[in-house]
C-alpha cells in the first residue's frame, strides 16, 4: 500500500493550492484519511481529517482557508488551502487507514510535498 502526495509548490501570499493523495495497492477499504504538515524545526502537526461518509475536522490554524475532501472511487483525498500564507509553509504528508485486501491493517503515510508561501 502506498500514498502519493502531489500539488505542493511556491505561491505568493494569498493565492490557492491543491494538494492531491491517491492511495494504491491492495486496498479493501479506507477509513480516515488525514493531512499533516511538518514546518523546519517544529513538530508535525494535523491539519485537516476526513472520516467517511463526509466528517471534517481542521487545524485552528487553517479553519475557513482550507477544505479537505475525498474520492473514495479513486482512494483520493485532496486539501484545497486558500489564502495562503507565509506560516503555512511546511511539508505536508497524506496519511490513512486502511484496511488491505488481506484484511490487515495499515497506517500508511505519503511521501510529502513541499508547499512555500513567499512573496
Known amino acids: 500500500v502506498q500514498l502519493a502526495e502531489s500539488g505542493g509548490g511556491l505561491v505568493q501570499p494569498g493565492e490557492s493550492l491543491r494538494l492531491t493523495c491517491a492511495a494504491s495497492?491492495?486496498?479493501?477499504?479506507?477509513?480516515?484519511m488525514r493531512w499533516f504538515r511538518q514546518a523546519p524545526g517544529k513538530q508535525r502537526e494535523l491539519v485537516a481529517t476526513?472520516?467517511?461518509?463526509?466528517?471534517?475536522a481542521y487545524a485552528d490554524s487553517v479553519k475557513g482557508r482550507v477544505t479537505i475532501s475525498r474520492d473514495n472511487a479513486k482512494n483520493t483525498v485532496y486539501l484545497q488551502m486558500n489564502s495562503l500564507k507565509p506560516e503555512d509553509t511546511a511539508v505536508y504528508y497524506c496519511?490513512?487507514?486502511?484496511?488491505?485486501?488481506?484484511?490487515?491493517?495499515?497506517?500508511?503515510w505519503g511521501q510529502g510535498t513541499q508547499v512555500t508561501v513567499s512573496s
Open positions: 495497492g491492495s486496498i479493501f477499504t479506507i477509513y480516515t
Open positions: 476526513h472520516n467517511n461518509p463526509n466528517s471534517t
Open positions: 496519511n490513512a487507514d486502511i484496511i488491505t485486501i488481506q484484511r490487515a491493517e495499515h497506517y500508511a
